[in-house]
């Protein structure tokens, strides 16, 4: 879509030129939106690093130096426990579907705990956000929706142990 010169939604609320964090860049989907953007900085963190050597080294050429800007920051690592300890504060924090729909489809973590989605992990995305700053999350869609119902749930909880007065209203789904 960023190719194509469309804007990802959550931009369309975001602070001009934002500072972006991304936690869990893939094949570059987010990484693309947030240039489209004009991002004044991107921080583009993942877990794997034969999936940041590949997109930096061999698909380069491929993704047309996507990763290779010079307003973007790759790490590799945790992305809460990278964006729990950056002292840069996001306009915006985008994770978008970062578990394979395999292992969610087939309920491989339905007997562990994914720390990137628990209320204290919210906490600290809502820690790391510019006043004005906007998270966007996306899981897989299910019928009946269980994800989506739960991350939502997950959230509200964080932002009543943060004090917020309103939660619903920091809230869209």
């Known amino acids: 879509e960023a190719a194509r010169g469309e804007i990802t939604p959550v931009y369309a609320i975001a602070t001009p030129r934002p500072v972006v964090g991304i936690i869990g860049v893939g094949g570059g989907k987010q990484v693309a939106g947030a240039r489209a953007a004009g991002a004044a900085s991107i921080l583009a963190i993942d877990i794997n690093p034969t999936l940041l050597r590949w997109v930096t080294g061999d698909d380069a050429e491929r993704n047309g130096g996507l990763f290779l800007a010079p307003e973007i920051e790759i790490r590799e690592g945790d992305g809460r426990s990278l ?7 996001f306009d915006v924090l985008v994770m978008h579907a970062i578990d394979t729909y395999a292992a969610t489809a087939a309920g491989a973590y339905a007997l562990s705990e994914n720390f990137l989605y628990s209320v204290e992990a919210f906490e600290d995305y809502w820690r790391a956000l510019r006043p ?11 019928y009946p929706p269980r994800e989506n119902l739960r991350l939502f749930a997950t959230a509200l909880r964080a932002l009543e142990q943060l004090g917020a007065a309103d939660p619903l209203a920091h809230l869209a789904v």
């Open 132 to 142: 004005n700053g906007v998270m966007s999350i996306s899981r897989w869609l299910f």
């Open 83 to 89: 964006v729990r300890a950056e002292r840069e504060r």
